[in-house]
Protein backbone atom coordinates (compact mmCIF):
# COMPACT_ATOMS: atom_id res chain seq x y z
CA UNK A 1 0.00 0.00 0.00
CA UNK A 2 1.03 3.64 -1.01
CA UNK A 3 0.61 6.89 0.48
CA UNK A 4 2.37 10.07 1.10
CA UNK A 5 4.03 11.92 3.80
CA UNK A 6 1.77 12.96 7.27
CA UNK A 7 0.30 15.93 7.10
CA UNK A 8 1.75 18.60 8.42
CA UNK A 9 5.02 17.43 6.70
CA UNK A 10 8.03 19.55 5.62
CA UNK A 11 8.97 17.18 3.15
CA UNK A 12 7.61 17.25 -0.34
CA UNK A 13 5.23 14.29 -0.96
CA UNK A 14 6.66 11.09 -1.52
CA UNK A 15 4.81 7.77 -2.12
CA UNK A 16 5.83 6.65 1.54
CA UNK A 17 4.86 2.32 2.47
CA UNK A 18 1.52 2.68 4.98
CA UNK A 19 0.87 -0.47 7.19
CA UNK A 20 -2.12 -2.44 7.09
CA UNK A 21 -4.37 -0.38 8.74
CA UNK A 22 -3.37 2.51 6.26
CA UNK A 23 -1.12 4.46 8.65
CA UNK A 24 2.30 5.78 7.69
CA UNK A 25 5.10 2.68 8.41
CA UNK A 26 7.76 5.13 9.81
CA UNK A 27 10.04 5.32 12.46
CA UNK A 28 9.25 9.56 12.90
CA UNK A 29 5.51 8.21 13.61
CA UNK A 30 3.68 6.83 16.74
CA UNK A 31 3.53 2.93 16.37
CA UNK A 32 7.38 2.67 14.98
CA UNK A 33 10.39 3.74 17.09
CA UNK A 34 13.82 3.50 16.38
CA UNK A 35 16.41 2.38 18.95
CA UNK A 36 19.96 2.19 17.25
CA UNK A 37 23.91 2.76 17.45
CA UNK A 38 26.41 3.71 14.52
CA UNK A 39 29.85 2.18 15.15
CA UNK A 40 32.18 3.37 12.83
CA UNK A 41 34.04 1.06 10.60
CA UNK A 42 37.22 0.53 8.96
CA UNK A 43 37.85 1.36 5.63
CA UNK A 44 34.97 1.99 2.71
CA UNK A 45 32.37 0.26 5.72
CA UNK A 46 29.42 2.07 7.44
CA UNK A 47 27.46 -0.74 8.98
CA UNK A 48 24.48 0.51 10.80
CA UNK A 49 22.76 -1.50 14.10
CA UNK A 50 19.43 -0.95 14.53
CA UNK A 51 16.45 -1.80 16.49
CA UNK A 52 13.18 -1.07 14.63
CA UNK A 53 9.85 -2.02 16.66
CA UNK A 54 6.58 -1.82 14.84
CA UNK A 55 3.20 -3.61 14.73
CA UNK A 56 2.68 -4.33 11.16
CA UNK A 57 3.85 -7.81 9.78
CA UNK A 58 7.21 -7.74 8.27
CA UNK A 59 7.25 -9.55 5.16
CA UNK A 60 4.24 -11.93 3.60
CA UNK A 61 4.03 -13.28 0.30
CA UNK A 62 0.75 -12.88 -1.62
CA UNK A 63 -0.60 -16.18 -0.83
CA UNK A 64 -0.42 -15.23 2.69
CA UNK A 65 -3.02 -14.14 4.36
CA UNK A 66 -3.08 -10.81 6.49
CA UNK A 67 -2.98 -12.02 10.24
CA UNK A 68 -3.23 -9.94 13.40
CA UNK A 69 -0.11 -7.70 13.98
CA UNK A 70 2.85 -8.34 15.01
CA UNK A 71 5.89 -7.10 17.27
CA UNK A 72 8.97 -7.18 15.37
CA UNK A 73 12.25 -6.76 16.33
CA UNK A 74 14.83 -5.70 13.94
CA UNK A 75 17.68 -8.38 14.09
CA UNK A 76 20.95 -8.10 14.97
CA UNK A 77 23.43 -9.03 11.93
CA UNK A 78 24.35 -12.73 11.97
CA UNK A 79 26.73 -13.83 14.05
CA UNK A 80 29.04 -14.60 11.31
CA UNK A 81 33.20 -13.66 10.95
CA UNK A 82 32.86 -10.04 9.11
CA UNK A 83 34.84 -9.70 5.72
CA UNK A 84 38.30 -8.36 6.40
CA UNK A 85 38.49 -4.41 5.88
CA UNK A 86 39.33 -4.33 1.92
CA UNK A 87 42.89 -1.72 1.90
CA UNK A 88 43.72 0.29 -1.28
CA UNK A 89 46.60 -1.58 -3.40
CA UNK A 90 48.45 1.89 -3.75
CA UNK A 91 50.66 -0.02 -5.62
CA UNK A 92 48.99 1.08 -8.89
CA UNK A 93 50.02 4.53 -7.84
CA UNK A 94 53.04 4.00 -9.64
CA UNK A 95 50.95 3.37 -12.91
CA UNK A 96 51.50 5.21 -15.99
CA UNK A 97 48.99 8.29 -16.11
CA UNK A 98 47.64 6.91 -12.95
CA UNK A 99 48.10 10.57 -11.23
CA UNK A 100 46.33 12.26 -14.06
CA UNK A 101 42.80 9.92 -14.01
CA UNK A 102 39.78 11.10 -13.03
CA UNK A 103 38.83 10.03 -9.11
CA UNK A 104 36.77 7.09 -10.41
CA UNK A 105 39.06 5.99 -12.53
CA UNK A 106 41.84 6.25 -9.59
CA UNK A 107 39.34 4.79 -7.03
CA UNK A 108 38.83 1.75 -9.44
CA UNK A 109 42.27 0.79 -10.02
CA UNK A 110 43.03 1.40 -5.74
CA UNK A 111 39.96 -1.35 -5.08
CA UNK A 112 39.45 -3.19 -8.14
CA UNK A 113 40.74 -6.49 -5.78
CA UNK A 114 37.55 -6.31 -3.15
CA UNK A 115 35.03 -8.42 -3.59
CA UNK A 116 34.62 -9.24 -0.34
CA UNK A 117 31.69 -6.92 1.48
CA UNK A 118 29.32 -7.10 4.67
CA UNK A 119 26.18 -7.73 4.26
CA UNK A 120 23.77 -5.23 5.47
CA UNK A 121 20.19 -6.08 4.29
CA UNK A 122 19.55 -9.78 2.96
CA UNK A 123 16.17 -11.36 1.76
CA UNK A 124 14.52 -13.81 3.77
CA UNK A 125 14.49 -17.20 3.64
CA UNK A 126 10.90 -17.20 2.31
CA UNK A 127 12.12 -15.16 -1.05
CA UNK A 128 13.18 -18.73 -3.33
CA UNK A 129 12.01 -21.35 -0.72
CA UNK A 130 8.91 -22.13 -3.04
CA UNK A 131 10.56 -22.68 -6.81
CA UNK A 132 10.53 -19.35 -8.60
CA UNK A 133 10.16 -18.88 -12.36
CA UNK A 134 11.29 -15.24 -13.21
CA UNK A 135 13.77 -13.79 -9.83
CA UNK A 136 13.36 -9.66 -11.15
CA UNK A 137 17.03 -8.48 -10.03
CA UNK A 138 16.93 -4.63 -10.12
CA UNK A 139 19.98 -2.94 -9.69
CA UNK A 140 18.98 1.07 -7.43
CA UNK A 141 21.17 3.46 -5.91
CA UNK A 142 20.12 3.53 -2.06
CA UNK A 143 18.06 7.23 -2.40
CA UNK A 144 16.22 6.10 -5.04
CA UNK A 145 13.05 5.11 -2.69
CA UNK A 146 10.45 6.26 -4.85
CA UNK A 147 11.66 3.87 -8.04
CA UNK A 148 11.57 1.18 -5.68
CA UNK A 149 7.88 1.68 -4.73
CA UNK A 150 6.89 2.07 -8.35
CA UNK A 151 8.42 -1.56 -9.38
CA UNK A 152 6.73 -2.82 -6.08
CA UNK A 153 3.11 -1.80 -7.23
CA UNK A 154 3.55 -2.03 -11.04
CA UNK A 155 5.39 -4.64 -13.27
CA UNK A 156 7.61 -6.01 -10.03
CA UNK A 157 4.85 -7.34 -8.11
CA UNK A 158 5.63 -10.57 -6.34
CA UNK A 159 2.86 -12.97 -8.00
CA UNK A 160 2.30 -15.43 -10.49
CA UNK A 161 1.78 -15.24 -13.87
CA UNK A 162 0.60 -17.99 -16.11
CA UNK A 163 1.07 -20.71 -12.86
CA UNK A 164 4.58 -18.87 -13.05
CA UNK A 165 5.88 -17.54 -9.53
CA UNK A 166 7.98 -13.90 -9.78
CA UNK A 167 10.47 -12.92 -7.15
CA UNK A 168 11.72 -9.31 -6.75
CA UNK A 169 15.39 -8.43 -5.26
CA UNK A 170 16.60 -5.06 -5.14
CA UNK A 171 20.44 -4.97 -5.34
CA UNK A 172 22.26 -1.58 -3.21
CA UNK A 173 25.22 -0.17 -2.01
CA UNK A 174 25.62 2.56 0.72
CA UNK A 175 25.49 6.30 -0.22
CA UNK A 176 29.23 7.44 -0.51
CA UNK A 177 28.64 10.29 1.95
CA UNK A 178 28.88 8.92 5.44
CA UNK A 179 25.91 11.23 7.13
CA UNK A 180 23.72 10.52 4.20
CA UNK A 181 24.66 7.00 4.63
CA UNK A 182 23.40 6.89 7.79
CA UNK A 183 19.60 8.16 7.07
CA UNK A 184 19.87 6.27 3.92
CA UNK A 185 20.48 2.95 5.64
CA UNK A 186 17.67 3.56 8.38
CA UNK A 187 15.60 3.77 5.16
CA UNK A 188 16.88 0.98 3.52
CA UNK A 189 16.52 -1.09 6.87
CA UNK A 190 13.38 -0.17 7.08
CA UNK A 191 11.84 -1.57 3.28
CA UNK A 192 13.86 -4.76 3.76
CA UNK A 193 11.65 -5.12 7.01
CA UNK A 194 8.60 -4.30 5.17
CA UNK A 195 9.26 -5.95 1.65
CA UNK A 196 12.03 -8.38 2.52
CA UNK A 197 13.32 -7.27 -0.85
CA UNK A 198 16.45 -5.52 -0.56
CA UNK A 199 20.04 -7.08 -0.80
CA UNK A 200 22.20 -4.02 0.84
CA UNK A 201 26.40 -4.49 1.04
CA UNK A 202 28.85 -2.32 2.24
CA UNK A 203 30.54 -0.68 -0.40
CA UNK A 204 29.80 3.05 -2.01
CA UNK A 205 27.05 3.21 -4.52
CA UNK A 206 28.27 4.13 -7.54
CA UNK A 207 27.89 4.09 -11.68
CA UNK A 208 31.70 2.15 -11.16
CA UNK A 209 31.19 -0.17 -8.95
CA UNK A 210 27.42 -1.82 -10.31
CA UNK A 211 30.17 -4.84 -11.68
CA UNK A 212 29.88 -5.09 -7.56
CA UNK A 213 26.71 -5.53 -7.68
CA UNK A 214 26.60 -8.03 -10.58
CA UNK A 215 29.23 -10.24 -8.72
CA UNK A 216 28.18 -10.27 -5.53
CA UNK A 217 24.38 -11.39 -6.58
CA UNK A 218 25.64 -13.72 -8.72
CA UNK A 219 27.65 -15.30 -5.22
CA UNK A 220 24.66 -15.14 -3.29
CA UNK A 221 22.08 -16.15 -5.78
CA UNK A 222 24.57 -19.63 -5.31
CA UNK A 223 23.11 -20.26 -2.04
CA UNK A 224 19.58 -18.60 -1.44
CA UNK A 225 18.29 -18.97 -5.25
CA UNK A 226 20.29 -21.60 -7.39
CA UNK A 227 17.34 -22.77 -8.59
CA UNK A 228 15.14 -19.84 -9.88
CA UNK A 229 14.81 -20.37 -13.39
CA UNK A 230 15.47 -17.57 -14.95
CA UNK A 231 16.98 -14.19 -14.07
CA UNK A 232 15.72 -10.70 -15.32
CA UNK A 233 18.01 -8.20 -14.72
CA UNK A 234 18.21 -4.92 -14.76
CA UNK A 235 18.01 -1.18 -13.63
CA UNK A 236 15.57 0.50 -11.37
CA UNK A 237 14.56 3.34 -14.46
CA UNK A 238 13.16 0.18 -16.90
CA UNK A 239 9.55 -0.70 -17.46
CA UNK A 240 9.44 -4.38 -17.56
CA UNK A 241 6.28 -6.53 -19.29
CA UNK A 242 6.51 -8.93 -16.73
CA UNK A 243 3.77 -10.97 -18.52
CA UNK A 244 5.51 -11.50 -21.52
CA UNK A 245 8.53 -12.11 -20.13
CA UNK A 246 6.78 -15.14 -18.57
CA UNK A 247 5.35 -16.29 -22.23
CA UNK A 248 8.78 -16.04 -24.12
CA UNK A 249 10.62 -17.95 -21.34
CA UNK A 250 8.18 -20.68 -20.81
CA UNK A 251 9.35 -21.69 -24.40
CA UNK A 252 13.31 -21.97 -23.37
CA UNK A 253 14.67 -24.89 -20.94
CA UNK A 254 16.30 -22.62 -17.76
CA UNK A 255 19.11 -25.36 -18.01
CA UNK A 256 20.46 -24.39 -21.56
CA UNK A 257 22.18 -21.29 -22.22
CA UNK A 258 20.12 -17.77 -22.57
CA UNK A 259 21.30 -14.67 -22.33
CA UNK A 260 19.27 -12.05 -24.50
CA UNK A 261 18.89 -8.23 -24.61
CA UNK A 262 20.07 -5.48 -26.73
CA UNK A 263 22.83 -6.51 -28.39
CA UNK A 264 25.82 -4.30 -28.64
CA UNK A 265 29.10 -5.85 -30.76
CA UNK A 266 31.69 -3.96 -32.68
CA UNK A 267 32.35 -1.48 -30.44
CA UNK A 268 35.76 -0.48 -27.44
CA UNK A 269 36.67 1.77 -25.07
CA UNK A 270 35.42 5.09 -24.88
CA UNK A 271 39.23 7.06 -24.44
CA UNK A 272 37.33 10.67 -24.19
CA UNK A 273 37.90 11.51 -20.30
CA UNK A 274 34.73 13.56 -19.84
CA UNK A 275 32.55 10.49 -20.73
CA UNK A 276 30.59 9.13 -17.96
CA UNK A 277 31.80 5.39 -19.77
CA UNK A 278 35.40 6.69 -19.84
CA UNK A 279 38.20 3.80 -19.76
CA UNK A 280 41.66 4.84 -20.13
CA UNK A 281 44.40 2.52 -21.25
CA UNK A 282 45.64 1.87 -17.82
CA UNK A 283 42.69 0.12 -16.96
CA UNK A 284 42.87 -1.94 -20.14
CA UNK A 285 44.57 -1.90 -23.13
CA UNK A 286 42.21 -4.00 -26.12
CA UNK A 287 40.64 -1.59 -28.18
CA UNK A 288 37.49 -3.70 -28.70
CA UNK A 289 34.84 -5.26 -26.32
CA UNK A 290 33.29 -8.93 -26.50
CA UNK A 291 29.51 -8.80 -27.57
CA UNK A 292 27.58 -8.00 -25.12
CA UNK A 293 23.84 -7.08 -23.73
CA UNK A 294 23.21 -3.19 -22.79
CA UNK A 295 22.69 -3.00 -18.90
CA UNK A 296 19.11 -1.32 -18.82
CA UNK A 297 17.54 -4.83 -18.82
CA UNK A 298 18.04 -8.36 -19.90
CA UNK A 299 17.33 -12.00 -19.57
CA UNK A 300 19.32 -15.37 -18.40
CA UNK A 301 19.00 -18.53 -17.48
CA UNK A 302 19.73 -20.52 -14.48
CA UNK A 303 22.64 -22.63 -16.75
CA UNK A 304 24.14 -19.19 -17.69
CA UNK A 305 23.85 -17.23 -14.35
CA UNK A 306 26.19 -20.61 -13.06
CA UNK A 307 28.41 -19.62 -15.78
CA UNK A 308 28.73 -16.31 -15.49
CA UNK A 309 29.79 -16.94 -11.54
CA UNK A 310 32.23 -19.55 -12.68
CA UNK A 311 33.67 -17.15 -14.96
CA UNK A 312 33.89 -13.88 -12.76
CA UNK A 313 35.84 -15.50 -10.30
CA UNK A 314 38.88 -15.84 -13.02
CA UNK A 315 38.75 -12.63 -14.30
CA UNK A 316 39.21 -9.08 -12.73
CA UNK A 317 37.00 -6.63 -12.23
CA UNK A 318 35.93 -3.97 -15.17
CA UNK A 319 34.47 -0.99 -14.12
CA UNK A 320 31.39 -1.28 -17.25
CA UNK A 321 29.43 -3.98 -15.74
CA UNK A 322 27.33 -4.86 -19.25
CA UNK A 323 30.64 -5.25 -20.86
CA UNK A 324 32.23 -7.33 -17.61
CA UNK A 325 29.26 -10.14 -18.41
CA UNK A 326 30.02 -9.82 -21.95
CA UNK A 327 33.45 -10.65 -20.82
CA UNK A 328 32.38 -13.80 -18.46
CA UNK A 329 30.59 -14.80 -21.63
CA UNK A 330 33.19 -14.88 -24.06
CA UNK A 331 35.63 -17.07 -20.86
CA UNK A 332 32.99 -19.32 -21.08
CA UNK A 333 32.82 -19.88 -24.69
CA UNK A 334 29.21 -18.41 -24.61
CA UNK A 335 27.28 -15.63 -26.84
CA UNK A 336 24.84 -13.08 -26.06
CA UNK A 337 21.77 -12.87 -28.15
CA UNK A 338 19.76 -10.10 -29.18
CA UNK A 339 15.58 -9.22 -28.67
CA UNK A 340 13.68 -6.93 -30.51
CA UNK A 341 11.55 -6.83 -27.83
CA UNK A 342 14.06 -5.22 -25.09
CA UNK A 343 15.02 -1.91 -26.24
CA UNK A 344 17.21 -0.61 -23.46
CA UNK A 345 18.00 2.60 -25.93
CA UNK A 346 14.07 3.68 -25.51
CA UNK A 347 11.54 3.20 -28.99
CA UNK A 348 10.41 5.78 -31.24
CA UNK A 349 7.19 6.28 -32.40
CA UNK A 350 6.92 4.95 -36.18
CA UNK A 351 5.29 8.37 -37.24
CA UNK A 352 4.99 12.04 -36.48
CA UNK A 353 1.59 11.31 -35.53
CA UNK A 354 1.98 8.51 -33.10
CA UNK A 355 3.50 9.35 -29.31
CA UNK A 356 6.20 7.55 -28.33
CA UNK A 357 4.12 7.28 -24.90
CA UNK A 358 1.67 5.08 -27.30
CA UNK A 359 0.43 1.83 -24.80
CA UNK A 360 0.22 0.17 -28.24
CA UNK A 361 3.98 0.77 -28.97
CA UNK A 362 5.17 -1.41 -25.66
CA UNK A 363 2.39 -4.07 -25.85
CA UNK A 364 4.41 -6.86 -27.56
CA UNK A 365 7.39 -5.73 -26.58
CA UNK A 366 9.64 -7.08 -22.70
CA UNK A 367 11.55 -4.07 -21.65
CA UNK A 368 12.41 -0.41 -22.33
CA UNK A 369 14.59 1.72 -20.88
CA UNK A 370 13.94 4.35 -19.15
CA UNK A 371 11.12 5.81 -17.46
CA UNK A 372 9.86 8.11 -14.62
CA UNK A 373 8.78 6.92 -11.36
CA UNK A 374 4.96 8.08 -13.38
CA UNK A 375 5.79 7.42 -16.53
CA UNK A 376 5.99 3.58 -15.05
CA UNK A 377 2.72 4.38 -13.20
CA UNK A 378 0.90 5.83 -15.84
CA UNK A 379 2.08 2.90 -18.63
CA UNK A 380 1.14 -0.19 -16.42
CA UNK A 381 -2.00 1.38 -15.68
CA UNK A 382 -2.60 1.41 -19.49
CA UNK A 383 -1.33 -2.07 -20.35
CA UNK A 384 -3.60 -3.32 -17.43
CA UNK A 385 -6.95 -2.08 -18.86
CA UNK A 386 -8.74 -5.13 -20.24
CA UNK A 387 -10.73 -2.27 -22.72
CA UNK A 388 -7.06 -1.42 -24.16
CA UNK A 389 -7.88 -1.44 -27.65
CA UNK A 390 -5.14 -0.85 -30.48
CA UNK A 391 -5.35 0.38 -34.18
CA UNK A 392 -6.95 3.38 -32.72
CA UNK A 393 -5.44 6.27 -31.22
CA UNK A 394 -5.59 6.15 -27.20
CA UNK A 395 -3.81 8.68 -24.73
CA UNK A 396 -2.67 8.04 -21.15
CA UNK A 397 -2.17 11.15 -20.05
Same mark, same amino acid.
Given at each position: ???????????KALL??????????????????????????? =????????????????FQSP????????????????????????? =???????????????????????????????????????????????????????????????????????????????????????????????????????????????????????????????????????????? =?????? %????????????????????????????????????????????????????????????GGGG?????????????? =?????????????????????????????????? %????????????????????????????????????????????????????
Amino acid at each position: MLGKWPRGSRKKALLWPLDGNGKPFSSLLPGASWVGSLREGA =AFQNPLTATLRVSPPAFQSPEEPQGRPLALTWPPQPSRPLPTPCR =ANTSVAALPSFAAQPQQVRDFLLYKHCRDFLLLQDAPPSKCAQPVFLLLVIKSSPRNYERRELVRRTWGRERRVKGAQLRLLFLVGTAPDPLEARKVNQLLAMEARVHGDILQWDFHDSFFNLTLKQVLFLQWQETRCAN =ASFVLN %GDDDVFAHTDNMVSYLQDHNPDHHLFVGQLIRNVGPIRVPWSKYYVPKVVIQEEHYPPYCGGGGFLLSRFTATALRRA =ATALDLFPIDDVFLGMCLQQEGLEPASHSGIRTA %GIRAPSARTSSFDPCLYRELLLVHRFLPYEMLLMWDALTQPSLTCGKQLHIY
